[in-house]
């Protein structure tokens, strides 16, 4: 029971002096606002996460598209579902 009214503590913030502090909920707002990765404009490709070319100017050999370990065996159950 104590430990949920610590929890609930984090959440509520006390107007003092009939002043009400936005900073945290504006702080939070702005955050998840924030876009997952940063690029220049709207059309950019982009940097290589393994050699570190922009790709907008070249192209790389790198391969890029990691699979998730925990994923791995999914991947080969696919020749079994299409067998072309």
């Known amino acids: 029971m104590r430990r949920e009214i610590a929890e609930l503590d984090d959440d509520i913030h006390l107007v003092q002096e009939e002043i009400v502090e936005l900073d945290p909920y504006l702080r939070e707002a702005f955050a998840v606002s924030l876009p997952m990765a940063a690029i220049c404009r709207e059309d950019c490709k ?10 907008n100017t070249e192209t790389c050999g790198c391969e890029s598209e990691a699979v998730d370990p925990r994923l791995a065996p999914l991947q080969d159950l696919l020749p079994k579902m299409n067998p072309d």
């Open 46 to 55: 982009g940097l290589c996460p393994v050699c570190g070319k922009d790709r």
